[in-house]
């Protein structure tokens, strides 16, 4: 049997929506059911999860299903553990940058649920500290991992496309406004003073997926709106949404591809999946959900033509063909995971560190400016150890 090598990990924020189902139950709690990460000399890397939060009755609530035993409410305290070697936060955005900061200056690993900070200037402040301390550190880029966005990366990696000239992205769905049916997400979204708002929710995401699937991106133009300004939150009450819940982005990537994407919690879903993506390239064009990717090559491209006093001629959704999967894709948020782990008890290369997590907050930031000034912005390059 292979040698069980713990890694304590503190999860601070393992109550909310993320932290418990992704991270917990659907990650590290799941490697341990598959009996660790197999690493060489028959070892398996072995978390051990030290639940962090605010309310020891849910904390204890959360342990006592799965077995598990370590539960603290002082961060402080479970940080100076010994045996813990990773700090994870899946807490609000709001509360990340001072946790963050903490774990770094008590030595331990860093990996975070994105957003890493709400502002550049502090999300650079912490991957500075945590290179100054030794400390590895990643960031959560979970789009990267889903099936359809891998088979998108295969695509561009087999040389599909030819040149790849523009890529659009269609994410969004309808978020009730918690009055008549409650709303399907926390509350605190939709509070600009709590770290809400659709732009530092999604712009760091389409950041790492534009930056490592294409190219990285030169400048930001973006225009948000609140489309609804009223809600009801958990318990009932109405408040006032501070925060945008819809933006239209476009981005200018450096070689010259255009990418734009519209994000909206306000638009009700005709389309395959919750988020698509089409890119389109001079020998063919792909449309990547999480899960599907249908491609249609240059040869089976077809040759309408515009006459509107005919009706439609052909089906085009059903010129496209399913690129089959070939391989199996597990949960992408434990495949990070993993990975992760392996960075830190190995050595082994990751690059989805504070750095990528700082520029996916710079883009917002920018995205959030050009929509308030009314202009493009170009994005300054972030260099390790400092903004240049
Ligand atoms: N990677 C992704 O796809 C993805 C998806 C959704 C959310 N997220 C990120 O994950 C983080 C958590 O989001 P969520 O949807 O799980 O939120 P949530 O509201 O469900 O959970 C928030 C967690 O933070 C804790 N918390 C600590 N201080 C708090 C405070 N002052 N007020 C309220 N809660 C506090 C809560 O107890 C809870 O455990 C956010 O930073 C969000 O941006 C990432």
């Given at each position: 049997m292979a040698v069980r090598v713990p890694i304590g990990v503190v999860m601070?924020?393992?109550?909310g929506r993320m932290g418990y189902?992704?991270?917990?139950?659907?990650s590290l709690l799941a490697i341990r059911e598959a009996g660790g990460v197999p690493v060489a000399d028959a070892q398996v890397l072995w978390p051990e999860p030290v639940l962090v939060g605010r309310s020891e009755a849910k904390l204890a609530q959360i342990a006592d299903r799965h077995g598990l035993t370590e539960i603290s409410t002082d961060l402080a305290t479970a940080l100076a553990?010994?045996?813990?070697q990773i700090y994870f936060d899946a807490q609000v955005t709001s509360e990340r940058e001072k946790a963050i900061g903490q774990a770094v200056a008590a030595g331990k690993h860093v990996y975070t649920e994105k957003?890493?900070?709400?502002?550049v200037q502090g999300a650079v402040e912490l991957a500075r500290a945590a290179d100054a301390a030794g400390v590895r550190h990643g960031v959560v880029q979970d789009k990267l991992f889903l099936p359809g966005l891998r088979k998108l990366r295969r695509l561009i990696d087999g040389g599909f496309f030819g040149r790849i000239l523009s890529v659009r992205g269609e994410f969004g769905y309808w978020v009730f406004e918690g009055d008549w049916q409650p709303a399907q997400r926390p509350s605190w979204n939709y509070r600009a003073e709590h770290g809400g708002g659709i732009v530092v929710d999604m712009f760091p995401h389409w950041h790492y997926v534009l930056e490592q699937m294409f190219a990285p991106v030169r400048a930001v133009t973006a225009h948000v709106t609140t489309a609804i300004p009223r809600r009801w939150d958990e318990q009932g009450r109405a408040y006032e949404a501070?925060?945008?819940?819809s933006a239209y982005g476009l981005f200018e990537l450096h070689g010259g591809i255009v990418a734009q994407i519209n994000s909206s919690w306000a638009v009700r879903v005709h389309r395959d999946e919750l988020v698509e993506f089409q890119v389109d390239g001079t020998h063919g064009s792909a449309v990547a959900g999480l899960r599907g990717c249908r491609i249609q090559h240059r040869a089976a491209t077809p040759k309408p033509v515009w006459n509107?006093?005919?009706?439609?001629?052909?089906a085009f959704r059903d010129q496209w063909q399913e690129v089959p999967d070939n391989d199996e894709f597990g949960n992408g948020f434990r495949a990070q995971w993993e990975m992760f782990l392996r960075h830190v008890a190995c050595g082994e290369p990751y690059t989805w560190d504070l750095w990528a997590g700082a520029r996916g907050v710079q883009l917002a930031e920018l995205g959030l400016r050009s929509a308030r000034e009314g202009r493009r912005i170009e994005i300054p390059d972030l260099v390790a150890g400092g903004a240049a």
């Open positions: 601070n924020g393992v109550t189902r992704q991270h917990l139950v659907r553990r010994p045996d813990v957003p890493v900070a709400t502002t501070t925060a945008e819940d509107p006093d005919l009706p439609v001629t052909e």
